[in-house]
């Protein structure tokens, strides 16, 4: 049995790149530290968030599955961290004064045409057929095969000549299965660009240096924003939003950039952002 479900995500802007973040608001952000940029897959935290803070109590769940440990770094607060000494410039780099522009909603876009709004998802179940998948870029990739159902949702839809990201969670192993640029094929296979597996259980990270169905190297379910959340009131983990220029760089958590631009106020990949304490929700 398989479940569709289409999920909001918070976009800023047009990029591909994430930047994990806790919310947005017109002069309202902080940027926190983190100092680890090159942590081998096994660190999860980085030591000044292990002394600093607290995991929520509970993970998020999704089909009977946690996304990630409860202490893990997306499920981590950062508002007791202190901030970063080049916050500002990052957030003047972002766009201190632009509004964002945020993906949330039903229906299509544009109007009447075949394009859902948000990043989509499907769980299946363990015993759904795993099919091949060619990838534009195998060495960075997790090889196949990957249990990708026919109907399998393509962000955008199946006419899109935009990302076409197709996420997959195995909901009996708790598996993530993340494409980029995924295309079905006739005969039952795929190909896509670039494809991650996660075991959501773990706190692995991919090698330094390697992309994701994400050009930051990181998941993308993890990030997003789901209607069951809205509804409850409450989102406990960060939120993954993209900016419109980035820096050649990559900080802690993320894996990988896709930048040439070196100068030193661009926002780097996997940059954590905050409210300010003071900024009223």
């Not at 976009?11 to 608001?25: K, P, R, S, Y």
């Not at 169905?213 to 924003?225: M, Q, S, Y």
Request: aromatic content about 10%.
């Amino acid at each position: 049995m398989q479940n569709i479900k289409f999920k909001l995500f918070l976009f800023f802007l047009v990029f591909l790149g994430v930047i994990l973040g806790l919310g947005c608001g017109r002069g309202g952000l902080q940027t926190a530290v983190s100092q680890k940029p090159t942590a081998d897959s096994e660190t999860f935290l980085p030591s000044i968030m292990q002394a600093t803070i607290s995991p929520t109590n509970l993970p998020p769940q999704i089909a009977d599955c946690a996304i990630f440990p409860d202490d893990n770094i997306w499920n981590t607060p950062v508002n007791t961290l202190p901030v970063h000494p080049n916050s500002v410039n990052y957030i003047n780099t972002i766009g201190a004064d632009d509004g964002l522009h945020a993906d949330f909603g039903s229906g299509v876009w544009p109007p009447d045409s075949d394009s859902p709004i948000g990043i989509p998802f499907i769980d299946v179940a363990s015993d759904q057929t795993a099919v091949n998948v060619s990838f534009t870029w195998p060495d960075e990739s997790d090889s196949g095969p990957y249990p990708i159902p026919p109907n399998a949702p393509i962000e955008g839809g199946i006419y899109s000549d935009g990302d076409r990201h197709v996420l997959i969670l195995e909901r009996n192993n708790c598996l993530l299965y993340e494409l980029f640029y995924a295309f079905p094929q006739q005969d039952g296979s795929w190909t896509a660009a670039a494809g991650a597996v996660y075991d959501l259980n773990s706190h692995a990270l991919r090698p330094d240096g390697w992309t994701s169905a994400d050009a930051a190297g990181l998941p993308i379910l993890p990030g997003l924003v789901r209607y069951e959340e809205i509804a409850g009131g409450e989102i406990r983990h960060a939120i993954r939003f993209t900016a419109p220029e980035t820096q050649a760089a990559h900080i802690w958590p993320a894996r990988h950039d896709a930048s040439d631009l070196a100068g030193e106020n661009y926002p780097p990949m996997g940059l954590r952002l905050r409210l300010r304490s003071d900024f009223d929700i």
